[in-house]
Nanobody, 117 residues
């Protein structure tokens, strides 16, 4: 599975961005799609995830501001980010996995999101 992320950039606080992650390859065994982020000097953290059944989960820090979605026809994962804060500044990476059944774990390259105050 190959993942190609795009959509990062520089935005002012309060603004919005939409990240995209195009998937290709054998995705039929994937059951969870997710966005992670890593800020300088901090550990990577889960931002949002969506299962093949459509269940979503979010980090407390982004609930109500970020929305994860997936277009199955386009094999693309999205992260709509609104009301952005400077603390959202990080490198965002998309992930596709089926860790528990097949031990699968794929990562896309990161895309930088910078929120200015």
């Amino acid at each position: 599975v190959q993942l190609q992320a795009s959509g990062g950039g520089l935005v002012q606080a309060g603004g919005s961005l939409r990240l995209s992650c195009a998937a290709s390859g054998n995705i039929f065994s994937i059951d969870t799609w997710a966005w992670y982020r890593q800020a300088p000097g901090r550990q990577r953290e889960l931002v949002a995830g969506i299962t093949s059944g459509g269940m979503r989960n979010y980090a407390d820090s982004v609930k109500g501001r970020f929305t994860i979605s997936r277009d199955n026809a386009k094999n693309t994962l999205y992260l709509q980010m609104s009301s952005l804060k400077p603390e959202d500044t990080a490198v965002y990476s998309c992930n596709a996995n089926n860790r528990y059944t097949y031990g699968l774990d794929y990562w896309g390259q990161g895309t930088q999101v910078t929120v200015s105050s």
